[in-house]
């Protein structure tokens, strides 16, 4: 088996490889691993594969019934893939406890902590996300992402952290900034966080990097939809 079969076969989904490791019994990964390769959404193809297959907004009862169709259908097309590949799929979704998927992308080298939180990859800023990881008891060479360092070092005005009209990032010096959850679901449930809810966070939106990848209009509301559901609103 090589990555680029990995590739191909997640691709297929409207889902990207975003990079693999070779996890150590410290990288939290159950059942340990000799490859983690993981699997998440940037630019437009997971939201059309994902929308083609559920229908438009609205039209389909299951869509809306469930507590996240999003999941559902990450779990329909990825979990076959897996069991094509003789891999174990794992989700960002399971739990509490959740795997650590933000410390396995970090693992990969080819995102970076952002000043807001979710890391940011080069070319896509703040536009991506994991969906999954397939873990490999075979190791596999993966590809070195090549070391392309944070965009966020030369971005001198760090506008992400200013752009939230909740306030709800409060800069702390080093590494990232404290997020007030209570702060950002209160403002985006209020009439007042209309733009937030319908275009998706105004502090990822002010980020320069990736502006050309970002959510459509439907991706970004469906996301933020299921934030304040999950925060019970
Ligand atoms: C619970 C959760 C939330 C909670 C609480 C988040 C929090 N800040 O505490 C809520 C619901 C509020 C939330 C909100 C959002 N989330 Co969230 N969330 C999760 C979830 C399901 C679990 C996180 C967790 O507890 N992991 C367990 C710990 C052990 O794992 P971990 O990898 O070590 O993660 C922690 C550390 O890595 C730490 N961390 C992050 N960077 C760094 C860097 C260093 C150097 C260190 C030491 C630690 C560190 O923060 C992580 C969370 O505590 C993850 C999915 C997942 N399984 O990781 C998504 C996830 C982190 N969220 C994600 C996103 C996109 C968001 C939102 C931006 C969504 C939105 N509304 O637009 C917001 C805003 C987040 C923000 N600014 O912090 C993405 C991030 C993708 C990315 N680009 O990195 C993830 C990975 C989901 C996904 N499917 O991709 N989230």
């Known amino acids: 088996m090589e990555y680029r079969h990995v590739q191909d076969a997640v691709a297929e989904t409207g889902l990207l490889v975003r990079g693999g490791f070779h996890p150590g019994a410290d990288d939290g990964v159950p059942g340990g691993a000799e490859t983690v390769v993981l699997v998440g959404n940037a630019g437009p193809f997971m939201w059309d594969a994902f929308a083609a ?10 869509r809306e019934n469930s507590p996240n169709p999003l999941d559902d259908w990450t779990r329909g097309v990825l979990t076959p893939v897996a069991g094509a590949l003789s891999a174990r799929a794992l989700y960002p979704f399971e739990g509490p406890p959740y795997h650590p998927f933000q410390r396995w992308a970090l693992r990969t080298g080819g995102v970076h902590v952002s000043p807001i939180g979710p890391l940011i990859d080069p ?83 002010a980020c320069p990097v990736g502006r050309d990848a970002p959510y459509g209009p439907d991706q970004a509301r469906f996301h933020m939809e299921r934030f304040l559901k999950a925060q019970g609103v």
């Open 123 to 205: 070319e896509f800023g703040l536009w991506h996300a994991y969906r999954g990881a397939l873990a490999f008891d075979e190791r596999l060479e993966v590809p070195d992402p090549g070391g392309r360092p944070s965009p966020c070092e030369s971005c001198a005005e760090k506008p992400c952290l200013g752009a939230c009209p909740a306030g709800a990032f409060t800069p702390s010096g080093e590494g990232m900034a404290e997020y007030d959850i209570p702060a950002c679901v209160a403002h985006i449930s209020s009439t007042d966080g209309e733009d937030c809810l319908g275009g998706g966070c105004l502090a990822r939106r």
């Open 53 to 62: 297959a559920t229908g438009p907004r609205d039209s389909s009862g299951d």
